[in-house]
């Protein structure tokens, strides 16, 4: 089925994408990154002595920080710090720097849709501008269910409103690994296989949301190569050789 879309691309068609890495100065690593024109730009502090909110002898904490364009901060703002919290924990390895806490701040640019998706995607760039040792790359995309039943993917703020449902996919960059030289802590440790994290809206069937899952993993195989390309300097120079 032929899907007619605002702006001309196909139901499994991306935006433009667009990284950049070390694009602050006073931060330990950031990163901006976009998909048409959804705009995020992440920073990193850290890792610095953990407060005693955070202490924890064994681990590292993660503290993420969002900031809309404009107004306070909300609940659904809230929501999307929790997530990707959860998100971040889930790759970064936090028994290299234990009893210590890494900050990324979230800045909103510009929201046109997928805007969770491009936090996660600036956020993971911004970590490995900071040189903090991760587990593996991680990817996300959003995906959307219309009422007649088509997938649409990376869909624009219009899109997004029009439809019956969405979920909001992380999946591991396998080929990739950015755990450090030395870091013999870790070694051994199986790569996440699967999905990161999975976030749904609406209402959809099993059917559906696997339909989802599928385009989604697939579409981000084009999104890996790219991020990988973007952040190649900031990677190990080993890392053609793993994986």
């Not at 195989?221 to 990677?235: G, T, V, W, Y």
Request: glycine share 6%.
């Amino acid at each position: 089925m032929e899907i007619d879309r605002d702006d001309g691309r196909t139901a499994n068609q991306l935006r433009p994408l667009a990284c950049s890495c070390n694009v602050l100065n006073r931060a330990h690593g950031s990163a901006s990154w976009s998909q048409g024109d959804t705009k995020i730009l992440a920073a990193v502090y850290g890792p610095k002595a953990g407060t005693k909110k955070n202490e924890n002898p064994e681990k590292a904490s993660i503290e993420v920080i969002w900031k809309p364009k404009t107004g306070q901060i909300g609940k659904l703002e809230r929501e999307c710090e929790m997530i990707l919290k959860r998100t971040l924990q889930s790759i970064c390895i936090l028994t290299i720097n234990p009893n210590t806490t890494t900050s990324i701040v979230v800045q909103v640019i510009h929201d046109d849709g997928a805007l969770l998706p491009c936090a996660i995607n600036a956020s993971c760039a911004a970590l490995v501008d900071a040189g903090i040792p991760l587990k593996h790359l991680a990817v996300a995309i959003s995906c959307c269910l219309s009422e007649s039943g088509y997938v649409i993917l990376d869909p624009t703020k219009l899109e997004e409103q029009k439809m019956k449902a969405s979920v909001h996919l992380v999946f591991p960059n396998s080929p990739v690994s950015v755990i450090p030289e030395g870091s013999t802590q870790v070694a051994g440790e199986p790569l996440e296989n699967g999905i990161i994290t999975s976030l749904t809206q609406g209402a959809m069937s099993v059917d559906d949301y696997i339909h989802c899952l599928e385009r989604g993993r697939a579409a981000t195989a084009k999104m890996s190569a790219f991020l990988r390309r973007s952040l190649q300097p900031q990677l190990p120079t080993d890392s053609s050789k793993v994986g």
